[in-house]
């Protein structure tokens, strides 16, 4: 579809376009657009930018891929057609490879989905022909390779499901999530939680790391409370929508 540029909702028509196309193309699994809807609601409330409020949380991100020994990168459908050419750049500056792990797994779309993070210049894409298992959950989901998510001591991860996030924390991994929804129970679950689009969250995570020596990404550890980050977040929320709710007349 032809979106004008001018359009005052160009960035959030664009991204839909990309979610659509990508169902279209096999990238993208169809509950990707639902997922895809409640995060726009939730960028709705924030303004679509990324708030003061978040800075926390992508620094301690930021941090905890910077001390990390094994980090890697988890990229899923509605992940790799939004932002996988900025996950592709952040992945080869900092040496940190991805993994194509799904929630509706079919070995078409990991497949697709290596191709598309290969395009985009990514040099270790792993996901294909997994030979482990997240403990403790069910079915397909929890399938991921040895050398990459399995053994990983960090794992960021942009909209992830609830479920695998307290898995994954279970293993003793540190969890970064990315998700608009601080209510969700991945923002509850992980040890740090980043409430931005992933289309803002990922540059600015390696923006972050960029400038970041190992002992700085220490003492941005140690400040960080995932809670108090979700709780500072939600009230700004509740502020903005009482603020925008005086504006209807
Ligand atoms: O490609 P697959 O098979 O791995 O499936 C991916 C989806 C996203 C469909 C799957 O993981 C899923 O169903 O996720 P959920 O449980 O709907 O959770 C997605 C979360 O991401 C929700 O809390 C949304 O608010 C949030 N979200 C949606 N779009 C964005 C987002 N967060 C950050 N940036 C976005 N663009």
Redesign the pocket.
Known sequence: MDIPEDHPRYLSLM?RELIAEGVEKGL??R??L???G??????YIIGEATIEQALPGIRAGAGALVTAEHPIISV????AV?AGRDIAELSSAHGIPIEV?????TED?VVRLVELMRSHGAEEVLGVDPDEAIPGLSHARSLCSKEGIYSADAVLV?????DRALALREMGKTVIA????PL?R??GTAVITIV????R?VPAIKKEMDMMSKEDALKVLEGFDNEDSLNSIIEFMADRLRELGKTIV
């Open positions: 991204a993208v699994d509950t990707g639902i997922a895809h409640r995060g726009e609601a939730f960028d899923n459908g509605n992940t939004l792990n799904l929630f509706h797994r779309r942009p909209l992830e499901d609830g990315i998700d608009l929804n969700s991945t923002a931005d689009n992933v289309v969250a």
